[in-house]
């Protein structure tokens, strides 16, 4: 251990959404907290569909009224079968006051989310940010050295990695991580249309994957399309005017005319989910703990779980005065987490196989099945209910 030690509850590592918000809710829950992560300006224009409890926490922590005018509320989901295949699925429509609800959540720039969350993390007088990253990381019986790139030494009896898909903290922890590349990519810009969405979302089901329009502020939306690689790249070299035209017979005009914004990203899908979400005084969160595609609006919604539970186990452990990473504390954490993974995880994964099969079988099961989530109104309160937070949770 070095003379010039800095010693804490907890150390969170990654300063995106998943790890800002677990450094504000430990903070908040009593723990003496560091967090570990640059400040940078957030990189693109993607956006998030925050369900469910996810803005509840977000209001609890004061974060949300930071940035809640620049979210735009999701009161109606349709799916829609674009595969043009012989035996195809109705459309179904899911309605929020169907289940008593004013909207499912709120689709929100990512850009305006990080500066809310920033802004209250730099409030909380038990959360020390240190504008560094993580250069090493070093396990202890009693706790965990942390050395970063400008050579500070910080320490604390649990580590929460939310430093992302390659994850130093889970690497250091020595978990191992299961991964299955989909062979898909997705595309994400933002349009403007001449049609209101009226807060209603729209995922067209095609071929290769779902193309998601989901509501921004005014008469904009954000798009998730996801493809086949090549047919993603080719998309996105095109010219606005030439994007902007596939976009709109995409989305059958739904909109009225589109014009594509400036900023366009592509990246691959995968499934990655570590053998462990805890393991020797680490803790992970966020996309350190699992990566699924964008289908379903789950992936950060997931984050946020995390966060919320780690903060609720940890902060727990130091009111009693016990240990925040005894592995005690670290199964709870295992043991909250894993159901809510495993089980999107595997909707995620059907839905999307479900759809790019080429079976008769398979296409007449979806089909069928999506028939009786539109028909049968308690079925489809289900469903609503479950996208927005496991049963278990409520």
Known sequence: MTDDLQVYD???IGGGPAGLTAAIALADAGAKTALLARRAPYADNRTTALLGASTDLL???DVWRRCADKAAALKTMRLVDDTGRLIRAPEVRFSSGEIGREQFGFNIDNRSLVAALEERAGELATLTRFDDEAASIHLGDAAVEVRTRLGQSLSARLVVGADGRNSLSREAAGIEVVSRP???SALTFNITHSRPHRNSSTEFHTEHGPCVFVPLGGNRSSVVWVSAPKEAERLKALGDDELSAATEKQSHSILGRVQVEPGRHVFPLAFERPRQFAKDRI???GEAAHVLP?????GLNMGLRDAADIAEIAGQAIAHGDDPGASLVLSRYETARRPDVASRTWAIDLANRSLLSDFVGVQTLRAAGLHLIGAVGPL???AMRE??????RR
């Open 59 to 61: 209001e609890r922590l």
């Open 182 to 184: 989909l062979g898909q």
């Open 294 to 298: 964008p289908i379903g609006a789950q």
């Open 10 to 12: 907890v150390i969170v």
């Open 380 to 382: 489809r309160r289900l």
């Open 387 to 392: 996208g927005l937070a496991p049963s278990w």
């Open 283 to 285: 803790a992970l969160v």
